[in-house]
Structure formats: C-alpha cells, structure tokens
C-alpha cells in the first residue's frame, strides 16, 4: 500500500473511532505496518470492521487477508485459466484433454486447478 494510502486509511479509522487514543507514534506504528500490506484487503476489512463495531481495530485485524477478495481473486484466476483452456481448445484440432486422459472435464478442472495453486506457493 501506497504511504499516502496508508494515511487515508488510518485517518479513515480515526474519524470512525472518535474515542481511539491516537498520538503521532501510534500513527507512525499503523503506518509501518499498513505500507507492506495488500490495499484491497486492507480497505475491506476496514469497512467490514467499522460496520460491525465499535470498537477501534487492531493492525491485525485490518492488514489480515480478506476471505472476499480472496475469493474474487480465486473466481478471477479461475476463469482466466478457463478461458485460457477453451482458446487452445478452439484452436487445436485435438480432443480436449479431459477426454485425451480418460476423465470428466470436471475432474481435470480439478486437477488443473490444484496444479496451478501448487505452482503459486
């Protein structure tokens, strides 16, 4: 996340908790620790912690993954990968690899898909 980000964010947070007890070193402290952090996630845990609380977060709470955008960016990878599979189908005169293997397309999906996250870690 941005430093100028980070701010908008952490002020975000001071304006929703009006009682937070915040000095220049807390701030600096928030700051460290929101640059290195994913924005997305950042930002929706913050809107999701200000809706459901009234309490002042920890860092933790805000810099923690998000499980939506998680999610949204799993969809996202996943119908890339999708697209990317029905382009060289269209474009290969071959069976689909599903039936070349003897399997459902459901199955190699499956299979595809836990290659490709294995590959990412």
Known sequence: MERE????????????Y???KVDRTIAENWLEELEPADADHCWANAREHIRESKFAPSIAEIIKPNARIEADREIERTRKMLEEQDRIRQ???SEPPWKREGISREEWMRRTIA???????
């Open 5 to 16: 980000d980070a701010k908008k964010l952490f002020k975000k947070l001071a304006a929703s």
């Open 18 to 20: 009006p009682s937070w």
């Open 91 to 93: 474009s290969a005169s």
């Open 115 to 121: 290659a490709h996250k294995e590959s990412q870690s």
